[in-house]
């Protein structure tokens, strides 16, 4: 989606009807340039360096810049122009020239007091603020500052230009503008035409100070703004606005007008927000809209988009991700005009159309009532996005020979038969992944595609890709390449020469042998994701694996790999963020050498041969959110020095030789993010520690993120952990940041459960089975209404089972059994659906499931939510049983541990029986 949307932005640049570039001409007559004026450009210049241009520039091939000499006339360099009477430097172009470099606040840009344009769009301002001097350019009718990296607050000095025609400032992610400055700028620059500011920060504008906008406006692009609120009505009434886009505002909320709506609109772009819109009162009215983007929107009215056919003059379309259904609306590939159609994430059904000259038109029209016709091949299409419908059949020829398309989308469908030869050489971008293609993909398929940079096809189980992965000298330009369960047996050979590979995804195939060296030669200075997971590879991991030192991502799980980790990965954590080699047989050490500025996020050893300690320097990535060394044959105590980071959620120590005691915390807020701990077999001993029980902040509030449900992981890779869950192994793929569990089983912890665990409110599961704890269990486990799962089994665990436990009505899994604990089993809601297994080896449980009865009684169930009151104790029989259930009862605070006591030296027996009796009347000791 990321790259789709990053597309778009690119494409609908293009679409725009007038190229500021083409306004810079140099006119023949102009006189020579002032030496002052010469020598302030040239000093600008060469403030920067030249280094790599914007990526956006080399998708477009921008042509350089290189006239700029001292000694000539500046009045001729490249993207200069100057006034023909004065010989003044009225207008500078120096986008895209990948100029590298902060802009001093003091630069001689700002002596040239003449300018009316200044472009200084795609370079690299390494964060530097837009200077207020800005503000000085009093007679700037165009400011050009699009993805230019600059930062900070957006200076208020802007609005004393109020010449201003245009201004773009989109694309610099880190800029903000506050309420305040926005309005003024609104109010002042009353000649504004164009308001480009997509991208910057508006988390805090307040929409209702867009009401006062320009009438002179024709365009107002503020995509992806975080703006929030509700957008001002009267913006669709501006009489002169042609372009509208404010998509991407998840939180932006707003209707269309429902009457007297008469409006030049051309391009309308509302995808992903929270706009109201009845897409064919929408369609009726806008007359000349060329572009309409509606992704992802709250659309009422028809489901069905008949409608759409009206649309003849439409060029760009996207109605992705709106639930439609039914036939594709083919008929829009009649539009000669069509550069860009997405249609992908509905539920469209049926196959793509054939097209057709007259006669065969008439031919098949008589004899398959069901096969769509297009007139001809939509030979402008650019885009074409179909993901994620229940398209099927064959693809149809005409779909290889679109001459200009670009990205083709099929993704995600039904589609069958086989991959055919393309014969447009401009395609950028191919998926066909999660299909059911099959045939042998021969390499000559791709023999065109000289531009092809994204390759998606994985997940095709009848596809045969052997002469595809032996091929040679094809896609020399890809930049990603997903193969992903395709049954490949090989690292491509191709790849050899792929010199710009960034992202490479070759998992669950059955590539065996080792990892070629050759590999981390091409991907040297580019390869940022890596992913073999899952297949047959063997030997070691080659050190030459650190020469990969654009790594983020790497992941080797699920191999047979063996031998050391190399110790520089450890030195590639200035990069990498996620490191998974679990499930091989490495052994030796933990890589120990993570330095200051370690970007590691997620580090997964699991299933391995490691030994040794963990490395204090892990605490330099203060980033780690996942830490994952479980079934290894590490040893140490606690890794407590793990409790100052701030962002770890995931810790696996399972299965090693941990031993010890786990003490307290050293700092105020240990482990304030932990979700999932899980310590299980180990040697720890001690007690619980309830210190960092009492901090743990992010198991305690359990409506914190409810909401939505966020997956741990940035979008391009979900973390997975297996955890014993509800007494299975489970692999949990994704990470639901609302999943909290503590697993402290099969250890020797002593001691008692500490009624703080009552406060891990959003915990789902709880294992503190096979360790030495004694005392009752804490009626606090009651508050825990989110457990799945309770695991307390084989301890010493004495008391009365709390009926608070009644209550957590999630409980799906509770195993209580080989402890000490007697009297009755609360009945109802969960309970009725436990059975023996659950509480076997407890002499004294009694009632359902088990089939010892409770004494006389059983006709007296408990009623099952009833909750015990002190007051229900009060004086019965002249004895003060208050004071008796605070010294000696289970489940009340200051009693914890002295049941215990109570039974093991067998004590007061008639205590326990007028205690439990009086509660229940049924209890018999044994
Ligand atoms: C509006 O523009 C005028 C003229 O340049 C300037 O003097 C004034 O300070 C500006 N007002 C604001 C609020 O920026
Ligand atoms: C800003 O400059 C870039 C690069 O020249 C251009 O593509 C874009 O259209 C310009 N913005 C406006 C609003 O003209
Ligand atoms: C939308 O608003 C809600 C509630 O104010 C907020 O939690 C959420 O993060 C916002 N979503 C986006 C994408 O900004
Ligand atoms: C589409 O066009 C047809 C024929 O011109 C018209 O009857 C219908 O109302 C139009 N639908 C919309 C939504 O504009
Ligand atoms: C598109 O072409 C097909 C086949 O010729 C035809 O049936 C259909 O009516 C056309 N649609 C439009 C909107 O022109
Ligand atoms: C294609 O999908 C349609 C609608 O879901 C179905 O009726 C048809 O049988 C499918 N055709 C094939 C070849 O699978
Ligand atoms: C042109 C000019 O005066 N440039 C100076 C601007 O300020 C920086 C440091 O703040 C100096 O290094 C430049 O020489």
Same mark, same amino acid.
């Given at each position: 989606m990321g790259r789709i949307l990053c597309f778009l932005i690119f494409f609908l640049f293009l679409s725009?009807?007038?190229?500021?570039?083409?306004?810079f001409s140099i006119n023949s007559s102009t006189p020579l340039c002032l030496s002052d004026q010469s020598s302030a450009l040239l000093h600008f210049r060469n403030s920067f360096s030249v280094g790599n241009s914007n990526g956006y520039c080399d998708y477009y091939s921008y042509p350089p810049k290189?006239?700029?000499?001292?000694?000539?006339?500046?009045?001729?360099?490249?993207g200069v122009t100057c006034d023909?009477?004065?010989?003044?430097?009225?207008a500078i172009d120096l986008s895209c020239s990948g100029l590298h470099g902060p802009i001093h606040?003091?630069?001689?840009?700002?002596?040239?007091?003449?300018?009316?344009r200044l472009n200084l769009a795609y370079?690299?301002?390494?964060?530097s603020t837009i200077s207020s001097?800005?503000?000085?350019?009093?007679?700037?009718?165009h400011l050009n500052l699009t993805d230019s990296s600059v930062t900070g607050n957006f200076p208020?000095?802007?609005?004393?230009?109020?010449?201003?025609v245009s201004l773009d400032l989109s694309g610099n992610i880190d800029m903000r503008i506050e309420t305040p400055n926005l309005k003024r700028l609104i109010q002042n620059?009353?000649?504004?035409t164009e308001l480009v500011l997509y991208?910057?920060?508006?988390?805090?504008?307040?929409?209702?100070?867009?009401?006062?906008?320009?009438?002179?406006?024709?365009s107002l692009r503020l995509t992806s703004c975080q703006l929030k609120g509700k957008f001002p009505d009267n913006i669709f009434h501006l009489?002169?606005?042609?372009i509208l886009r404010v998509g991407y505002n998840y939180n932006l909320t707003g209707s269309l007008p429902t009457y007297n709506w008469s409006t030049p609109l051309e391009s309308l772009t509302l995808s992903e927000t929270e706009f109201s819109i009845d897409l064919p009162y929408l369609i009726s009215n806008l007359?000349?809209?060329?572009d309409l983007l509606v992704g992802g929107c709250n659309l009422i009215g028809?489901?069905? *988009?008949?409608? /759409?056919? %009206?649309? !003849?003059?439409? &060029?760009v379309l996207d109605i992705s991700d709106n639930n439609f259904g039914g036939?594709? *609306?083919?008929? /829009?590939? %009649?539009? !000669?005009?069509? &550069?860009f159609l997405d249609l992908s994430y509905n539920n469209f059904i049926g196959q793509l159309p054939e097209v057709t000259t007259k006669l065969t038109q008439i031919l098949s029209s008589n004899n398959s009532s069901n096969s769509q016709l297009v007139?001809?091949?939509?030979?402008?299409?650019k885009y074409l996005s179909l993901s994620g419908n229940l398209l099927n059949g064959t693809i149809p020829s005409w779909v290889y020979t679109i001459?200009?398309?670009?990205e083709l989308h099929l993704d995600d469908n039904q589609f069958t038969g086989h991959i055919d030869e393309f014969?447009?050489?401009?395609?950028?971008s191919l998926s066909v992944s999660f299909n059911n293609f099959s045939g042998n993909v021969e390499s000559k398929i791709f023999s065109?595609?000289?531009?092809?940079?994204y390759l998606d096809m994985s997940n095709?189980?009848?596809?045969?890709l052997h002469s595809f992965t032996s091929?040679?000298?094809?896609?020399?330009?890809?930049h990603s390449l997903q193969l992903s369960?395709?049954?490949?047996?090989?690292?491509?050979?191709?790849?050899?020469?792929?010199?710009?590979?960034?992202y490479l995804d070759l998992s669950n195939n059955h590539i065996k042998g080792n990892i070629p060296s050759w590999v981390m030669e091409v991907g040297?200075?580019?390869?940022y994701y890596f992913s073999v997971s899952r297949n047959n590879l063997t030997g070691h991991i080659p050190s030459?694996?650190?020469?990969?030192?654009?790594?983020i991502f790497l992941d080797f799980s699920y191999n047979r790999l063996n031998n050391?980790?190399?110790?520089c990965l450890g030195k590639l954590s200035?990069?990498?963020?996620d490191l998974n080699l679990q499930s091989n047989n490495l052994n030796g050490t933990?890589?120990?050498?993570?330095?200051?500025g370690c970007q590691l996020r997620s580090l997964k050893l699991n299933g391995n041969q490691l030994e040794g300690a963990l490395p204090q320097?892990?605490?330099?990535?203060?980033?780690?959110e996942a830490l994952d060394f479980g079934n290894n044959k590490i040893n140490g105590t606690?890794?407590?020095?793990?409790?100052?980071?701030?962002?770890?959620r995931v810790l696996i120590l399972r299965s090693n030789n941990f031993h010890g005691a786990i003490g307290n915390?050293?700092?105020?807020?240990?482990?304030?993010?932990?979700?999932i701990i899980d310590l299980s077999h180990n040697e720890f001993h001690g007690l619980l520690p309830t210190k960092f029980f009492m901090h743990l902040k992010a198991m305690m509030n359990?409506?914190?993120?409810?909401?939505e449900l966020k997956y741990m992981g940035d979008s391009y890779y979900q973390d997975s952990v297996t955890l014993v869950m509800k007494g299975n192994f489970i692999v949990?793929?994704?990470?639901?940041?609302l999943l909290t569990t503590i697993d402290f089983s099969n250890n020797n912890f002593k001691g008692e459960i500490p009624?703080?665990?009552?406060?891990?409110?959003?915990?789902k599961g709880l294992n503190f089975s096979h360790n030495n704890l004694i005392g009752c269990m804490p009626q606090?486990?009651?508050?825990?209404?989110?457990?799945?799962w309770l695991d307390l089994s084989s301890n010493k665990l004495t008391g009365e089972?709390?009926?608070?436990?009644?209550?957590?009505?999630?409980?799906?899994f509770l195993n209580l059994s080989e402890n000490h604990l007697f009297g009755h089993i609360p009945q109802g809601k969960?309970?009725?659906?436990?059975?023996n297994d659950s509480y076997?080896?407890?002499?004294g449980l009694c009632g359902f499931p088990m089939t010892?009865?409770?004494?006389?009684?059983?006709?007296?169930?408990?009623?099952?939510?009833s909750t015990i009151q002190?007051?229900?104790?009060?004086f019965e029989n002249g004895f003060h049983w208050k004071v008796v259930l605070l010294g000696y009862?289970?489940?009340?605070m200051f009693g914890l541990g002295l049941g215990y006591l109570v039974f093991s030296s067998g004590k007061p027996k008639w205590l326990v029986n007028i205690v439990y009796g009086g509660r229940h009347n049924k209890l018999r000791r044994p």
């Open positions: 725009l009807p007038n190229s500021s570039l083409s306004s290189n006239s700029w000499k001292k000694g000539t006339d500046c009045c001729g360099w490249d023909s009477m004065t010989g003044h430097v009225i606040p003091n630069t001689t840009l700002f002596s040239l007091r003449h300018l009316q370079n690299h301002f390494y964060g001097k800005f503000g000085g350019f009093a007679i700037m009718t208020s000095e802007i609005s004393h230009l109020s010449k201003l620059l009353t000649h504004l991208e910057i920060d508006m988390t805090s504008v307040s929409t209702s100070c867009l009401t006062n906008l320009s009438s002179s406006l024709t009489p002169n606005l042609q007359k000349s809209l060329k028809s489901s069905y *988009p008949t409608f /759409l056919s %009206n649309l !003849t003059q439409i &060029t036939q594709c *609306p083919w008929s /829009l590939l %009649n539009n !000669t005009g069509l &550069t007139n001809k091949i939509p030979s402008n299409l001459p200009s398309l670009l014969q447009h050489n401009s395609l950028v065109k595609l000289k531009s092809l940079r095709n189980p009848h596809l045969s091929a040679t000298n094809i896609l020399s330009k890809i369960s395709s049954n490949i047996t090989e690292i491509p050979q191709f790849l050899r020469t792929a010199e710009y590979i960034e040297k200075d580019s390869l030459l694996i650190c020469n990969l030192s654009s790594l050391m980790i190399p110790p200035d990069n990498l963020k933990v890589p120990t050498t993570f330095a200051k320097s892990l605490v330099h990535c203060r980033n780690l606690f890794p407590c020095w793990l409790e100052t980071l701030l962002e770890l915390p050293k700092t105020k807020f240990p482990f304030p993010n932990l979700r359990a409506n914190a993120d409810k909401g949990l793929v994704k990470i639901l940041s009624n703080v665990i009552g406060e891990l409110q959003s915990l606090s486990l009651g508050n825990l209404t989110n457990l799945e089972i709390p009926i608070q436990l009644v209550d957590l009505t999630m409980l799906a969960q309970f009725n659906t436990f059975m076997y080896g407890n002499l010892k009865a409770c004494g006389n009684d059983e006709g007296q169930q408990p009623s099952p939510s002190e007051d229900d104790f009060e009862g289970c489940g009340f």
